[in-house]
């Protein structure tokens, strides 16, 4: 291997490396402390995760809503529970603003739990609460929202609701430095 040949293995290798370095990464959670610079997240397993709040760090708030506000049209995500025949049964529903990320698969890696984002084509009431048929490209899901699943819509959020006891899902890059900085924050409370 001649002196250019490994020059630009090594420039390959450094860029690789450099951009494994700045993959962004999810974090979920319970908010323990706010700053006003660094956000302190309790993630499910006990994990204590800080958090950089920047200037362009991206804060979004989940407003509770009706599930009669949810109409033909409406971008959904809707994370649902597979009962053992099959059916999928909600137990969030948001609305977006516009598509993200549209499809049907697996949440968190689960068999029994599924991550709908699409368009609703219909709405029916069923004895076991409303039944949303859901759109994307390439196929369709029906999925009954019983009573007591969480619904809301996405609203601009601001620091002020990034408080403890909050619930935080967020995306963050890892700087130089090793320190996590939020480039999006969903918060949500009461069990929204």
């Known amino acids: 291997m001649n002196k250019f040949s490994r020059l630009l293995l090594c420039c390959a290798l450094a860029l690789a490396n450099s951009a494994y370095a700045q993959t962004n990464i999810r974090v979920r959670?319970?908010?323990t402390a706010f700053d006003g610079a660094v956000l302190s997240v309790k993630s499910r397993e006990g994990k204590e995760t800080a958090i950089q709040i920047g200037e362009k760090t991206v804060i979004v708030y989940t407003q509770p809503i009706s599930i009669e506000e949810i109409r033909p049209g409406d971008f959904l995500g809707v994370t649902s529970r597979k009962n053992d025949d099959g059916t999928l049964a909600a137990f969030e529903v948001r609305r977006f603003p516009k598509p993200l990320n549209?499809?049907?698969?697996?949440?968190d890696g689960r068999n029994d739990q599924t991550m709908t984002n699409a368009t609703v084509s219909a709405t029916v009431q069923s004895t076991s609460?409303?039944?949303l048929t859901l759109t994307y490209e390439g196929g369709s899901q029906k999925i009954v929202?019983?009573?007591n699943a969480a619904i809301s819509m996405l609203v601009p959020g601001e620091r002020s609701q990034l408080?403890?006891?909050s619930i935080a899902n967020l995306t963050a890059a890892p700087g130089d430095d090793g320190k996590l900085t939020a480039l999006r924050i969903q918060v949500s409370k009461d069990g929204v």
């Open 29 to 31: 959670g319970t908010i």
């Open 102 to 107: 549209p499809g049907h698969r697996p949440f």
């Open 129 to 131: 609460g409303r039944e």
């Open 145 to 147: 929202v019983p009573a």
């Open 163 to 165: 408080m403890p006891g």
